[in-house]
C-alpha cells in the first residue's frame, strides 16, 4: 500500500474534566471507527459489535450464537486449533467473541509490538473460521456440561425459569447457552449462517483505545472487517412486552437459603426517561445506602446482598431484583421488598435520596473507565445505542436534569407492587406460591 | 501466574472475601516497571504511591497485616466480621457518613479479607482523595460500635456463608479439602468462619482483634491514580500521620508439623451435575518454605496449564478427549504454606477415575522427563509479555502492591519480578516440581453427584 486515504473527524473536544478525546476513524474502504488515542502503555484494545445474539438462534438450536462465540477463535485459515491457540498465547494476544442477548460482540488486546500479528488472527477468526470436528465437539462437550450443571445451580435454574415466565413465547425466554437437546443439535452449517446473517458491515461497531495511531487504525479496519459482507439478515422479531402478572412461583429445592429473583417491565435504554429510572432503581437497590440494602442488610440482617437494576434489551425493558435469605426467614425479605415498592410508587424518593443518586449515576460510569477495555467497549456501546457524539460530554447533565418532580412521576410508573413477580428457589417458610411455575429450559430432557 | 478468571477462580485458598457482593481475587504480584513512589510515615505506616494520569481518579487502598489465620482460637470469621464492622462508624462520624461522602462524590467502596490481610478501599474523584484519608484514618483508630450492631450484622455474615458455602456442595467440599490440606497451620479454618463459631462472635472479640491489629504500623496506604507523592505525602501526614505509634505484635502461626501421609477426601451430592477431581501439594511461595523455588513453581503452572496449549489441557482435552476441562494452578503468595493445585472432569458421561489416572500420568511424565528449556522459554516469553497489561489500570496495580506489602514482599520483589522470572531454567523448574510433586504432601477430593435414583424432584 502506497496510498493512504483516510480523514479523521475530531468532534470532542477534551472534556474539562475527563480527558477522553475521541476521534471518529473513516478507513478508506468506508469503515468507521471510534479511536481514543493513547499512547503512554505500548497496548491496543479493541472492541466491536454485531445487531442479533442469542435472540436470533432458531427453535430448537439455542445456544447458536454461544457455540460459535466459543468456535471462531479454535483455528482459522491455514492455522488449526493448536496452532491458533499457540500463536495467541506465545504473543499474549487476548481475543475472544461473546454472544449477548441483542449483539454477538468481541474484544482483542495486544501489545503494540504484535499488533500485525494480533490484527491478523482477528480477521481470520471473523472471516476464516475453521470449524474443525475436533474443537467444535470438545467445545460442544464443556457447553453440554455447563448446561447440566445449569439445571443443577440454583440461581442458574431459578433464572432460565424466571426469563421463562416473562417471555413465554419470545427468544428473550430461551436460555443464552442452550440445553443439552438443542446444543447437541446445532450443525456447522448453523454456525456459517449465522455469520453470513449476521456479521455484516452495516451494523458493526467498533471502539479501539491504545497505542495506535488513527492513519494506522484506518488501514487495520479494511485489513480485519472489509471482507465481511454489506449488510446483514432483517432480525425480524416485534417489540415484547414482559409477562410479569404479579404473585409467586416457588422451586422447591432442599438448601438452606431461599435466593429470590424478582421484577416486572421495566424501560429501554432509547427511553428519554431512562436515567430517571436508572436513578430511582439506584436509590432502591444500589448498593451500600439504598432503601433495600439498609431496611433488608443493614437494620435485620437478612441478606449478604439485595439489589435492583434496569435491564434494557432491545425489544423490552425490565426492571428487576434479587435477594437470598435464610429459608426461615425469607418471607421477611419479600414483606419488606414489597412494602418499599409500594411506598416509593406512592411517594417517590425525597431530595437527598435523589441527589446521592444522581452523584453514584454519573461517578459511577467514570470510574469504571479505568482501563483500556472498558474505555473501547464504552466507545461502542455509545455507537450501538445512538447515544450521540457528544454522549460523554453530556452524559452528566442528562443525570442531573432528573429532578424531584420528574422522579416521582416516573416512580409511579416504575413501581408496580401489583405486577410484582417473584421466583423463589429454597426450602420458604411462610411463602405461599400463587403462579406456577413457569417451564423449566431443558429440565425435560432427562 | 496469568490464570484465566475461571482458574484464578478456582485458586480459592488465599482468595478473598469481601464485604460487598463482589468477591476479589488476589492477583499474583505480576507486574513490571510500575515505578512507584515510596515512603515511611512517622508512626511506622508505609505510603506506596502508582501515578496514572489517564483519568482524574484515585484508587485509595489501606492494607493491613492481619486476617483469617491471625484469629484467636475459636474465633473463626472474626477478622471477616470486624471487616463488615469497620462500616459501622465512629467516635466522629456516625454509621453512614463515611458512606455518604463517598456516594456524594460519585466514588465507589469496599473491602475485602484474606487469610494474610484486610483491606478496604475507594475509588474517587481525585479532588475527594484527602476526605476519604480523614475518614480512613479515622475509623482505624476511632470505631465505635455496640452490641446493637452485632446481631444484624452476624447475620450478613451468616447469609454471606450460606451464600458462598452452605448453598453449593463444591464450596462445601472445597471447605473440607482445605481443612485436610493443613494439619496445623491456620489455613486450614474457613476464612469465613466455621457456622458454630460465626453464630457466637460477639462485641469483645471483634474489639479485642481491632485494637490489636488496626494500628499505623501494621498498615499500608496504597494510592494510585493522578497524583504523585508529593500530592499524597503532606495528606497522607496531616491524617494517617496524626495517630500515635504503637507497637503491633507479631503474627504467632501454628507450624505446620511434617506431613507424613497422603490424604483423599471424598464426597457424593444430589446437587452435583457433574463429577470433578482436585489434587493439592503443600508448595513453598515467597514467604514459605523453600523460597526458591517460587520463580520456578510459576514457570511450571505456566507450562502445565497456559491456556489452551498447556500440557494437560492439549493432553486431557484435545488429544485423548477423556476431560472437558483440566488445569493446574499455583499460588506464590501467601504468608504460610501456599499451595499447587491441579484440576479436571470429564466429557458427558465420562470417567472421573479416567481423569485423575491421565493427570498422575502427566505428573509422573514431569517427574521422570522433566520439562525442556524450550517450553521454560516459551513461557516466561508469555508471562512477561502479558505483564504489560498489569500496567492498564488503576485498582490493579494498587492491589499488586497492596498484596505484596501486606503478605511480606517489598516494592522492589515487585520491580523486579519481571527479570527473576526471565532468569528461571528448566533445570529449577523440575528441581521445584521434584521437591513438590509428593505424594505424602497431598490431598486428593473427588465431588460426585448421587445417583439419578437419589435425586430430588423439584
Known sequence: MTRIIAFFALFLTALPAWAIEIQEVKSPGGITAWLVEDHSNPIVAVSFSFLGGSTSDPAGKEGRASLLAATMDEGAGDLDSQAFQGKLEDLAIRLSFSAGRDTFSGTMRTLTRNADDAFDLLRLALTEPRFDAEPVERIRDKMLIDASRALERPRSLLGGAFYKGLFPNDPYGNPADGTRASLAAITVDDLRAFMAERLAKDTLRIGVVGDITPKQLATRLDTVFGGLPETSAPLGLPEVLAEAPGGIFVIDRDIPQSNVFFGHRGIKRDDPDYFVAAVLSEIMGGGFGSRLNEEVREKRGLAYGVYTYLNPFDRSGLFLGGVATDNARVSESLAIIKSEWEKMAAEGPTQEELDLAKSQVKGGFWLRLENSGSIAGTLVAIQRLDLGKNYLENRDGLVEAVTLERAKAMAKTLFQPENLTIGVIGKPANVEATLPTPPIPGREEG | ?458
Open chain 2, 1 to 458: 501466574m496469568f490464570q484465566s478468571l475461571k482458574r484464578l477462580a478456582l485458586a480459592l485458598p488465599l482468595a478473598a472475601l469481601s464485604l460487598g457482593a463482589v468477591a476479589v481475587a488476589a492477583s499474583p504480584a505480576a507486574a513490571q516497571l510500575f515505578d512507584p513512589e515510596t515512603a515511611t510515615l512517622d508512626n511506622g505506616m508505609e505510603v506506596v504511591v502508582i501515578t496514572n494520569d489517564r483519568l482524574p481518579v484515585v484508587t485509595h487502598m489501606v492494607w493491613y497485616r492481619v486476617g483469617g489465620a491471625d484469629e484467636p482460637r475459636g474465633k473463626s470469621g472474626i477478622a471477616h466480621f470486624l471487616e463488615h464492622l469497620l462500616f459501622k462508624g465512629t467516635t466522629n462520624a456516625p454509621e453512614g457518613e463515611f458512606s455518604d461522602a463517598i456516594r456524594r462524590v460519585g466514588g465507589s467502596e469496599n473491602a475485602f479479607t484474606s487469610y494474610d490481610y484486610t483491606a478496604y478501599f475507594q475509588n474517587v474523584p481525585v479532588s475527594a482523595l484527602e476526605e476519604m484519608m480523614r475518614y480512613e484514618a479515622d475509623r482505624m483508630v476511632n470505631l465505635d460500635i455496640d452490641e446493637s450492631d452485632i446481631g444484624p450484622e452476624r447475620d450478613v455474615i451468616l447469609e454471606e456463608r450460606r451464600s458462598r458455602v452452605d448453598n453449593n456442595p463444591a464450596a462445601l467440599f472445597r471447605e473440607q479439602v482445605q481443612a485436610a490440606t493443613y494439619l496445623h497451620y491456620p489455613y486450614r479454618i474457613p476464612l469465613i468462619g466455621w457456622k458454630h463459631e460465626m453464630e457466637r462472635l460477639g462485641l469483645r472479640d471483634a474489639l479485642d482483634f481491632y485494637d490489636r491489629w488496626y494500628t499505623p504500623s501494621n498498615a499500608i496506604l496504597v494510592v494510585a491514580g493522578d497524583v504523585t507523592l508529593a500530592d499524597v505525602l503532606p495528606l497522607a501526614e496531616k491524617t494517617y500521620g496524626q495517630i500515635p505509634a504503637r507497637a503491633v505484635p507479631p503474627r504467632e502461626r501454628s507450624v505446620e508439623p511434617p506431613q507424613l501421609a497422603e490424604r483423599r477426601l471424598e464426597m457424593t451430592s444430589d446437587q452435583v451435575a457433574q463429577p470433578s477431581f482436585s489434587r493439592r501439594y503443600l508448595a513453598p511461595g515467597y514467604n514459605w518454605g523453600d523460597t526458591e523455588h517460587a520463580y520456578p513453581l510459576q514457570i511450571l503452572a505456566e507450562v502445565l496449564s497456559g491456556g489452551a496449549t498447556g500440557r494437560l489441557y492439549r493432553s486431557l482435552v484435545v488429544e485423548q478427549k477423556i476431560a472437558a476441562s483440566a488445569g493446574a494452578w499455583y499460588s506464590p503468595d501467601g504468608v504460610g504454606p501456599s499451595g499447587f493445585g491441579f484440576y479436571g472432569s470429564p466429557r458427558p458421561g465420562g470417567d472421573i477415575g479416567a481423569v485423575e489416572a491421565a493427570i498422575d500420568a502427566e505428573i509422573a511424565t514431569l517427574l521422570a522427563d522433566g520439562v525442556t528449556q524450550e517450553e521454560v522459554d516459551r513461557a516466561i516469553a508469555r508471562v512477561t509479555a502479558a505483564a504489560v497489561y498489569a500496567r492498564d489500570g488503576v485498582s490493579g496495580p494498587a492491589r499488586i502492591f497492596g498484596l505484596a506489602l501486606a503478605t511480606g514482599q517489598t516494592v522492589e520483589d515487585v520491580e523486579a519480578w519481571p527479570a527473576r522470572i526471565a532468569e528461571v531454567t528448566a533445570e529449577q523448574v523440575n528441581a521445584a516440581a521434584r521437591a513438590v510433586f509428593r505424594q505424602d504432601q497431598s490431598v486428593t477430593g473427588i465431588l460426585r453427584p448421587a445417583p439419578v435414583t437419589d435425586r430430588q424432584e423439584g
